[in-house]
């Protein structure tokens, strides 16, 4: 049900279990983690997708995420209720590829119109990476705020800096 109005975004490739990973989210406020090799779809045996996992986020997107590959691995998502989150993304117990919330912006509401994150780093080096995130109070772009986070949550926070 409207799938990908979030966009698409390919993961670094680092898993041999799955090792061509994608995220996608649609408006219904759902991350889903896919592998790029075998995606199902609505005409898939038994009429259901492929899915590795699926992740609430809580509010539709409608813009893309970010990634940062390194410190282990994160995917960023900007939503209007929810700010920022960060995902981290990386293996079950039993060896399969998996989300998990690891944190958020303090900033809770993001405007109608608000941007997309994006990562600046220096490669993969540790503490190198910044997202950044352009937010607004309306689709008119009143009040624009350019925001800089650290791309690692401390505490379960995306600290802005």
Excluded: C
């Excluded at 045996?45 to 409608?62: E, F, I, M, P, R």
């Excluded at 910044?130 to 926070?157: C, K, Y």
Aim: proline share 4%; aromatic share 10%.
């Amino acid at each position: 049900m409207d799938i990908s109005s979030g966009a698409p975004v390919a993961l670094p490739d680092s898993f041999s279990t799955s090792p061509h990973l994608l995220t996608v989210q649609g408006k219904d406020g759902r991350l889903f983690l896919l592998n790029r090799d075998s995606l199902g779809g609505r005409v898939a045996s038994g009429g259901t997708d492929k899915a590795l996992g699926v992740t609430s986020t809580g509010d539709a997107q409608y813009g893309h995420q970010a990634v940062w590959g390194g410190d282990g691995g994160f995917i960023y998502d900007s939503t209007y209720s929810y700010g920022l989150r960060a995902y981290a993304y990386g293996l079950t117990a039993n060896g399969q590829p998996a989300l998990t919330d690891v944190g958020g912006s303090q900033t809770r509401y993001f405007g109608f119109g608000s941007g997309s994150p994006i990562v600046t780093s220096d490669g993969t080096i540790s503490g190198s990476a910044t997202v950044w995130l352009i937010t607004e109070a309306g689709a008119n772009g009143r009040d624009g705020i350019l925001h800089a986070f650290n791309a690692v949550p401390s505490g379960g926070t995306l600290n802005e800096i």
